[in-house]
């Protein structure tokens, strides 16, 4: 009797372990039916995403061409963006190559899994969505941050037209209008510093992370920041090119930016619908070092 106490204890410290590793959290509340059969299909999301880190870091194309979905992209922490043709002639490298030990942030929003992995100053984003074939993995992007803090943000300065007023890009329909109107707001209302108004397009669950910052903020963080009136490395960029990806309540926006001073800006941004308004879930910024990053 007294062994099997010893090993539920030793298997109770383990599970403890793992889930101070890996933060699961859901997009919406599940119950009921639906919210098992959510459950299950989250898991197999969760699975894939699993047997994709394995097989990048055995440099198993065979696999990881089977998990990547036609529009997908890969970008380093350097800013260079390849397709997915690129990626399976030649398997990059990942920044984060073993990923025991490092912090795991996991949120479903039914059609799309948003995968967060930090290790330092190195951060990975994997954007998984659901296909008639089953979770294919859409965006992959490394941000590496700063060593220190910025000394000054690169943005649009005192005035915002772009992507304040205006973008080059048109929405395809009313769904895409919404969403690019939010978006427009919140840049609006970082410009201004009016944190109140920004925070009502910012979802609760927040992560930003950027390569001319030397910290991941939340939404509490930037908040923060605004009403001390320090940027950190957050400042609206005018938009370049720009592409939009729909599943059900949830949007990712794939975007170019030159900043006034400094080099272009590789951005994925993810948009989801909560209590009727779109909200920004997570922002991964990464510097471009060298031209030619093209998808």
């Not at 380093?76 to 030990?101: F, Y």
């Not at 973008?167 to 840049?187: G, N, R």
Request: proline share 5%; net charge positive.
């Amino acid at each position: 009797m007294r062994r099997v106490f010893t090993y539920a204890v030793v298997f109770g410290l383990f599970c403890a372990a793992v889930l101070a590793a890996r933060v699961k959290v859901s997009g919406a509340p599940l119950g009921g039916v639906d919210g098992n059969a959510a459950a299950i299909d989250e898991n197999a999301a969760l699975q894939s995403d699993r047997t994709f880190a394995q097989a990048i870091a055995k440099g198993d194309a065979i696999t990881v061409g089977k998990l990547l979905d036609a529009a997908f992209t890969w970008t380093d922490s350097s800013g260079m963006t390849l397709t997915r043709a690129q990626v399976l002639a030649k398997i990059p490298a990942p920044a984060i190559i073993d990923e025991s030990g490092t912090q795991i942030t996991q949120r479903n929003y039914g059609q799309l899994e948003s995968v967060q992995i930090r290790k330092g100053r190195d951060n990975t984003l994997r954007i998984w969505v659901k296909r008639p074939p089953g979770w294919r993995l859409l965006v992959y992007q490394e941000t590496r941050l700063l060593d220190a803090a910025p000394a000054a943000a690169a943005g649009t300065g005192k005035t915002c037209e772009n992507p304040c007023k205006t973008m080059p890009y048109t929405p395809k329909d009313t769904k895409e209008q919404e969403v690019l109107k939010s978006f427009m707001a919140l840049q609006t209302a970082t410009v201004l510093h009016d944190s109140a108004t920004w925070g009502k397009y910012v979802a609760d669950e927040f992560a930003a992370a950027n390569s001319n910052s030397n910290q991941v903020l939340d939404k509490p963080g930037r908040m923060a920041d605004l009403e001390r009136s320090k940027m950190a490395g957050y400042s609206p960029m005018p938009v370049v090119s720009m592409r939009l990806y729909e599943f059900g309540d949830a949007f990712v926006l794939v975007s170019r930016h030159q900043p006034e001073r400094g080099k272009p800006v590789h951005i994925t941004r993810l948009w989801i619908k909560r209590g009727g308004r779109w909200q920004e879930a997570a922002s991964y910024q990464t510097r471009i070092e060298a031209d030619g990053s093209k998808p």
